[in-house]
């Protein structure tokens, strides 16, 4: 790897560590750059999946008082995410890699859409709220945390975004609490993955230490910048520039 080339994975991996605490989508910055690099899509992929581990180790950390009297929600759910980690990671190691670039332009644009059309988080949990003031999970919640965990396993895009929705809606508890559940149980679902794909896939060492460099400096301006930015207008920028670079690997991978 180049000098310039590393650079790149740093600047890079800031700037998906701002977009995933604005947007929850840090993919769509580092997993192009990380093709830029030159590396197959797959295994950019698999080196993304591992450098996000730093990051979630890091949103995690910062979570901990807002845990405080959610363990045996975690008891349940951690079971679901783990497994549903594993089962994304072994879809994208068992299935041809030209399969995922096929998908992956859906994915990314899928993303997008979801995030262009995300009611404000606020907005969430004030419905979440009335209708579940007793703060009872649904039964079918494990089974909502594994599907997304699946996604999250093979590839990830938004699926912080779609976790924290499902869990203030549901859950009846405010974004904190439940920022802090979707930080834990997508955290488990990623750190899993990355698990299996260090030891079953070929992981771009060299370019994980630039991208975790980087995702750990933006992680941690993200808060910061948060409170300042227009959020509504940025998310709807990154939402836009997601469509646009779905557009572009659509045409690389179909034309």
């Known amino acids: 790897m180049t ?3 590393f650079v790149l994975l740093v600047v890079a991996g800031i700037g998906a560590g701002l977009v995933g605490s604005i ?3 840090a993919s769509l910055i580092s997993y192009p750059a990380l093709l830029a690099t030159g590396i197959p ?3 950019a992929n ?3 999946t591992v450098a996000l581990v730093l990051n979630g180790v890091g949103s995690v950390s ?3 008082p807002e845990l405080q009297g959610q363990g045996r929600r975690l008891l349940r759910l951690a079971g679901a995410a783990l497994l549903g980690g594993a089962s994304g990671a072994a879809l994208l190691l068992l299935t ?3 399969a995922f670039e096929r998908v992956v332009p859906w994915l990314i644009g899928g993303a997008s859409v979801a995030i262009l059309v995300q009611r404000p988080a606020p907005e969430l949990a004030l419905e979440g709220a009335l209708h579940h003031p007793e703060h009872r999970d649904p039964r079918w919640l494990p089974l909502g945390v594994f599907a997304i965990a699946i996604y999250g396993g093979y590839f990830g895009a938004a699926a ?3 976790m924290l929705a499902m869990f203030l809606l549901v859950t009846g508890e405010g974004l904190p609490r439940s920022n802090a559940l979707r930080n834990v149980v997508l955290g488990l679902a990623n750190g899993i993955a990355a698990l299996a794909f260090v ?3 070929p992981v771009d060492w060299s370019a994980v230490l630039p991208l975790a460099i980087g995702l750990f400096t933006g992680g941690r301006l993200g808060p910061r910048v948060v409170r300042r930015a227009p959020q509504t207008l940025v998310r709807r920028i990154i939402a836009v520039l997601g469509l646009g670079l779905a557009i572009r690997l659509g045409i690389q991978a179909y034309g």
């Open 199 to 201: 030891f079953l896939s």
């Open 3 to 5: 000098v310039l080339e």
């Open 160 to 162: 912080g975004v779609m």
């Open 23 to 25: 947007a929850g989508l």
């Open 41 to 43: 899509p797959v295994t």
């Open 62 to 64: 910062a979570s901990v």
């Open 46 to 48: 698999v080196t993304n």
């Open 96 to 98: 041809p890699s030209s």
